[in-house]
């Protein structure tokens, strides 16, 4: 009678949104809207996130957290479900999947002050950041004015006694809070571990942006119910920008100390070609990530992760302009300040890179990993013709 009980008292804080057990309020919604969706079924044909539920007939708080990072967000169950807002049910899963992932950014986030932090006050933090540490940067150099290049400024090996250690800081808050993340969902995923074949779809998915075709390949929702592929490309510009821009600072430290050819570089060298066509991807697609963002269905998304977003887009843009103005000032006498625009906010970036935005990639890359290796093993459920 007391087990009965309690799964009454379950079922109607389930019903009524309310706080589950150790699960927090938005968690709770999650899951009230995923009984109702392996329920009706209708989307199963959609992204990731939804094969992997119908595994599922409860979620607990590790389920919760793996499907809302398998989430991409892309609109397409909103506008197809026709239990969604203004139905009595009110199911809006990418809003719901949104607010969980902007708190598991926080939950897992190392230290976890910090992330609470940003989380708050994300645009603010990553802009009064870069602003400071660009004036600081700029009245250092005054005493270099006139000259020719930037290592005249400021050394090679002080710039790398500058940056180094608040990028490791960066590397190691993330993976200590990947690790946690990996750790706690890999049981909701059968436990099985990682092999080849699953790393290899779960890279393929992460690289080519896979899921943000809509799971039907005609791309995301924006501001209405029709299918676009303007969010992937941008996604795409951004993400490959980044890359070539992280590739080309990488290719000039191998020139450096394998080579002994120190910076500035010129065209057609191999860091100036990457740095110039990442910086260009990154503009263009920070620019329209931007816009997308600003059109945005107000049902899709959660509007509180808004000053995230934006911080984490506006660091972007602003490092790769400031990284193209900086090439074409050399040797002119604006140059210092554009230097200090742009290592500031590249600092800025590396100090909140574990809290900002960029995480969100790094957590559903392994929420991918997971799908992979859990859809390769036998459905635990089975229901139907599985």
């Given at each position: 009678m007391?087990?009965l009980?309690?799964?009454t008292?379950?079922?109607?804080?389930l019903?009524?949104?309310?706080p589950?057990?150790?699960?927090?309020?938005?968690?709770?919604?999650?899951?009230?809207?995923?009984?109702?969706?392996?329920?009706c079924?209708?989307?199963?044909?959609?992204?990731a996130?939804?094969p992997?539920?119908?595994?599922?007939?409860?979620?607990?708080?590790?389920?919760?957290?793996?499907?809302?990072?398998?989430?991409?967000?892309?609109?397409?169950?909103l506008?197809?479900?026709?239990?969604?807002?203004p139905?009595?049910?009110?199911?809006?899963v990418?809003?719901?999947?949104a607010?969980?992932?902007?708190?598991?950014?926080?939950?897992?986030?190392?230290p976890?002050?910090?992330g609470?932090?940003?989380?708050?006050?994300?645009?603010?933090?990553?802009?009064?950041?870069?602003?400071?540490?660009a004036l600081?940067?700029?009245?250092a150099?005054?005493?270099?004015?006139?000259?020719?290049?930037?290592y005249?400024?400021?050394?090679h090996?002080?710039?790398?006694?500058?940056?180094?250690?608040v990028?490791?800081?960066?590397?190691?808050?993330?993976?200590?809070g990947?690790?946690r993340?990996?750790r706690?969902?890999g049981?909701?995923?059968?436990?099985?571990p990682l092999?080849?074949?699953?790393a290899?779809?779960?890279?393929?998915?992460?690289?080519?942006?896979?899921?943000?075709?809509?799971?039907?390949?005609?791309?995301?929702?924006n501001?209405?119910?029709a299918?676009?592929?303007s969010?992937?490309?941008?996604?795409?510009?951004?993400?490959?920008?980044?890359v070539?821009?992280?590739?080309?600072t990488s290719?000039?430290?191998?020139?450096?100390?394998?080579?002994?050819?120190p910076?500035?570089?010129?065209?057609?060298s191999?860091p100036?070609?990457?740095?110039?066509?990442?910086?260009?991807?990154?503009?263009?697609?920070?620019?329209?990530?931007?816009?997308?963002?600003?059109?945005?269905?107000?049902?899709h998304?959660?509007?509180?992760?808004?000053?995230?977003?934006?911080?984490?887009?506006?660091?972007l843009?602003?490092?790769?302009?400031?990284?193209?103005?900086?090439w074409?000032?050399?040797?002119?006498?604006?140059?210092p300040?554009?230097?200090?625009?742009?290592?500031?906010?590249?600092?800025?970036?590396?100090?909140?890179l574990?809290?900002n935005?960029f995480?969100?990639?790094?957590?559903?890359?392994a929420?991918?990993?997971r799908?992979?290796?859990?859809?390769r093993?036998?459905n635990?459920l089975?229901?139907?013709?599985?």
């Amino acid at each position: 009678m007391n087990t009965l009980n309690a799964l009454t008292r379950e079922a109607k804080a389930l019903a009524n949104g309310e706080p589950m057990g150790n699960l927090t309020a938005p968690e709770t919604a999650v899951a009230r809207q995923l009984q109702i969706c392996n329920a009706c079924r209708y989307c199963e044909g959609f992204c990731a996130m939804f094969p992997a539920m119908t595994r599922r007939l409860e979620f607990g708080k590790a389920d919760i957290h793996f499907l809302a990072n398998l989430c991409h967000n892309c609109g397409a169950c909103l506008h197809a479900c026709q239990y969604a807002p203004p139905h009595e049910f009110g199911v809006n899963v990418p809003r719901a999947m949104a607010t969980v992932r902007g708190q598991t950014y926080a939950d897992y986030a190392w230290p976890a002050p910090l992330g609470r932090l940003y989380q708050r006050n994300g645009l603010t933090l990553s802009l009064a950041l870069a602003a400071g540490l660009a004036l600081f940067i700029w009245l250092a150099s005054s005493a270099a004015a006139g000259a020719a290049d930037f290592y005249a400024i400021f050394p090679h090996n002080f710039l790398v006694s500058l940056f180094a250690p608040v990028f490791l800081f960066a590397v190691l808050a993330l993976a200590l809070g990947v690790r946690r993340f990996w750790r706690d969902i890999g049981p909701a995923t059968t436990g099985a571990p990682l092999t080849g074949p699953a790393a290899a779809e779960a890279t393929h998915d992460v690289l080519r942006l896979k899921y943000l075709d809509g799971g039907h390949g005609e791309g995301c929702n924006n501001e209405d119910d029709a299918f676009g592929m303007s969010r992937r490309r941008a996604h795409h510009l951004t993400f490959y920008g980044f890359v070539l821009c992280f590739a080309a600072t990488s290719v000039a430290t191998l020139y450096h100390y394998a080579f002994n050819l120190p910076a500035p570089y010129d065209l057609p060298s191999l860091p100036k070609l990457l740095g110039a066509v990442g910086g260009v991807m990154l503009c263009m697609g920070t620019l329209g990530l931007l816009r997308l963002k600003l059109q945005r269905h107000p049902l899709h998304g959660d509007a509180a992760q808004k000053p995230m977003d934006y911080g984490f887009i506006g660091l972007l843009f602003l490092i790769s302009a400031s990284g193209l103005v900086l090439w074409a000032l050399r040797g002119q006498a604006q140059m210092p300040l554009a230097l200090a625009v742009h290592l500031g906010s590249v600092m800025a970036l590396f100090a909140t890179l574990p809290y900002n935005k960029f995480a969100h990639g790094i957590y559903r890359s392994a929420s991918l990993l997971r799908h992979a290796v859990e859809k390769r093993q036998p459905n635990r459920l089975g229901l139907g013709g599985e």
